[in-house]
């Protein structure tokens, strides 16, 4: 797994610190990317209003004040291009399809498969690269 993405900056949402730590680590060690942290979905929402430079974003599903799937919607509503992986411990159909109804472009379940994640992230961030271009 050998990514690049200096100068690209991820969002994770995610109220879990442990969770959050985990996937800092391993995404700071292996891909050089920027991250920011937001602790809940009104902040997710807010820094992605806030910050153009977001280059994608991790969401939890399970988060305080909006859950995953009301940030998902609020941020494709300014936002549409910008891509976004569910990252949640639930597993079942329903939920998955329910965030794809929602907007995201990405469902992966935890614990992470993080050649999974990787190649997700990567291709997501190919698209809208090659979209601006």
Known sequence: ????????????????EMSFRYIELVLSRKTNI??????NGQQAVEFCRLHRHIDLVLMD???PVFDGIEAIKRIKSFKPELP???QTANALNDE???????GCDGYITKPIDL????????????QVTTQHS
């Open 61 to 63: 599903l399970q988060l």
């Open 34 to 39: 920027n991250i920011l942290w937001a602790v």
């Open 115 to 126: 050649i999974r994640l990787f190649s997700m992230m990567d291709s997501l961030m190919s």
């Open 84 to 86: 976004i992986i569910v």
């Open 96 to 102: 998955s399809e329910k965030c794809y109804a929602a």
């Open 1 to 16: 797994m050998n990514y690049n993405w200096k100068g690209r900056t991820v969002l994770i949402a995610e109220d879990d």
